[in-house]
C-alpha cells in the first residue's frame, strides 16, 4: 500500500466507519433503505430522500444462528445476511426503515419471507429473462416501489427527482469505473485487494460528493504512480480476472493469497466489480422506462439465458489482457454453479487461457486448500 494516497484508508475504513454515518443519520431523522442486490434501482431511493445501505453479510459469525431457521446446504451469503437480521448484530439492519429485496435466485427469494416477519421488507418480483415483456412487468415493479416508498417516508417521487438522481448515480458509476479501469494498466499502479477493498467502501459511504471527490484525486494520483514507473506490482506478474458470484465474505482467503503468491487481480466481473459499472442509465429517456432497462440488462446469472455475462467477460479478458481466470462459487449457489460449464469454455477454448474455479463458503476451513490450488494455478500462468 506504499503508493496509495491517506484517502485509501478512508475507503478501506468505509463499512466500520459507516456505522457512525448512519447512526448520524438516523439522529438526523433521515431513513435509510436496506438492500442486498445490485438489481435495485437505488436511484428511486435516493429520489424518496433516502439512503441506500448493502445489507449482504460478509462473515460467518451469525450462520449457527441463521441455520436454526434455514438449511444448512443453502448459500452462505443467504444465511449470514438473515443471521444477522434474526441476531440485531449488523447496525445497517438495525438503522433500515425498510427493506427492498428482488426475487432472484430461489434461496434469497424464501429468505425474503422469512426476513418479513422481523423487517419491514418490499419484495420486487424480478422477471428471469430479458424480452419486452419482461421491461413492462419490471417496470411495473419500478412503480410498486415508488409508491411504497412515498407511503413508507410520506413523500413525493417527482420525475424530477427521478431525472436528478439518475445523474447523480450515473457520475458515481463513471467515476467507480474510471478507478476500477486502472486495472488495465500495465503494471496496474494498485492491487486487486485494494481496487476491491475501495469498491466495497464505496457501499458504505453515505456522502457521494465527497466520494467522487477522493476518488477522483486517487485515481490521478495512481496514474501519476504508473506514469513514473513507481508502483508495487511487477509487470510480469500474471494478470488475473475474478468471476462468479459476489466475493465480499471470501476475497480475504482468494484475492490475497492470488497476490500474496505473484498474480494480480486486474478485474472482477462479479457484483460490486464491473457488472454494474458497465452501462450507464439513459438520461434521455423517461426515467421509468431508463432504470426498467439498465437495471433488466445486469448480467446475473439468476437470469436465463444469461448471455450478456459471456459477452463481458470475453471483452473484459481482451481488454485487461488477462492471464487466467478464477471462479468463485459461492456453496450451494446453483445457478453460478451451472453457468460454470460454459465459462470454463469460454475461457479455456475461446479465449485459450487457463480457469480454475474455486467452490467455497464463508468458513476459513479451506483456507489452506485454496492456497495450495492458487499456487498451483499461478504456476500454470507461467
Ligand atoms: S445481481 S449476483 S447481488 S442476485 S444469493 S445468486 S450467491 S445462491 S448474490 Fe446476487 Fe443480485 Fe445476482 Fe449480484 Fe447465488 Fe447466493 Fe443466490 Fe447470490
Redesign the pocket.
Known amino acids: 500500500m506504499n503508493n496509495l494516497p491517506k484517502d485509501f484508508e478512508i475507503f478501506s475504513d468505509a463499512r466500520r466507519q459507516g456505522f457512525l454515518k448512519a447512526k448520524e443519520i438516523k439522529d438526523r431523522g433521515e431513513n435509510m433503505v436496506g438492500v ?4 435495485t434501482p437505488k436511484e428511486v431511493i435516493y429520489a424518496a430522500g433516502a439512503h441506500p445501505v448493502s445489507l ?1 453479510a460478509s462473515n460467518d459469525e451469525t450462520i449457527p444462528e441463521a441455520e436454526k431457521h434455514l438449511p444448512k446446504n443453502l ?1 452462505p ?2 444465511k449470514a445476511s438473515y443471521g444477522f437480521a434474526l441476531t440485531d448484530k449488523c447496525p445497517y439492519m438495525y438503522f433500515s426503515d425498510l427493506v427492498v429485496g ?1 426475487t ?2 430461489d ?2 427469494k424464501k429468505m425474503y419471507e422469512l426476513l418479513g416477519e422481523i423487517k419491514d421488507t418490499h419484495i420486487m418480483n424480478l422477471p428471469n429473462m430479458k424480452n419486452e415483456e419482461s421491461l413492462e412487468l419490471w417496470k411495473k415493479e419500478i412503480e410498486k416501489l415508488i409508491t411504497k416508498l412515498e407511503n413508507k417516508f410520506n413523500v413525493e417521487i417527482t420525475e424530477e427527482k427521478l431525472k436528478e438522481n439518475i445523474k447523480f448515480c450515473n457520475e458515481e458509476r463513471k467515476i467507480l469505473k474510471e478507478f476500477y479501469s486502472l486495472g488495465k494498466l500495465v503494471p496496474p499502479p494498485i492491487s486487486g485487494y485494494e481496487i476491491y477493498k475501495v469498491l466495497e467502501g464505496a457501499n458504505f459511504t453515505f456522502d457521494k460528493k465527497e466520494q467522487n471527490e477522493r476518488l477522483t484525486k486517487m485515481i490521478e494520483h495512481l496514474k501519476e504512480v504508473h506514469k513514473n514507473n513507481e508502483g508495487p506490482i511487477s509487470k510480469n506478474a500474471p494478470r488475473i480476472l475474478i468471476t462468479g ?2 466475493i465480499g465474505g471470501v476475497y480475504e482467503k482468494v484475492v490475497k493469497p492470488l497476490e500474496e503468491l505473484g498474480g494480480v487481480v486486474v478485474a472482477f466481473e ?2 460490486s466489480g464491473i ?1 454494474n459499472l458497465e452501462e450507464l442509465v439513459d438520461e434521455s429517456e423517461t426515467p421509468i422506462t431508463a432504470l426498467a432497462k439498465k437495471y433488466l440488462n ?1 448480467p ?3 437470469m436465463s439465458p444469461n448471455k450478456g455475462r459471456e459477452e463481458i467477460l470475453k471483452n473484459l479478458i481482451d481488454e485487461y489482457q488477462i492471464d487466467g481466470v478464477v471462479e468463485v462459487v ?1 456453496q ?5 454453479a451451472v453457468e460454470s460449464y460454459n465459462i470454463r469454455k469460454i475461457v479455456t477454448k475461446d479465449k485459450e487461457i487457463p480457469y480454475i474455479a474455486l467452490e467455497t463458503d464463508y468458513s476459513q476451513t479451506d483456507f489452506g486448500q485454496i492456497k495450495i490450488r492458487m499456487e498451483a494455478f499461478l504456476e500454470l500462468l507461467g
Open positions: 442486498f442486490c445490485t438489481y449482504c448459500c451469503l443467504i428482488e432472484t435466485c434461496g434469497k458470484c459476489p462479479n457484483c457488472k445486469i446475473c446469472s439468476v459461492l450451494a449457489c446453483h445457478t453460478y
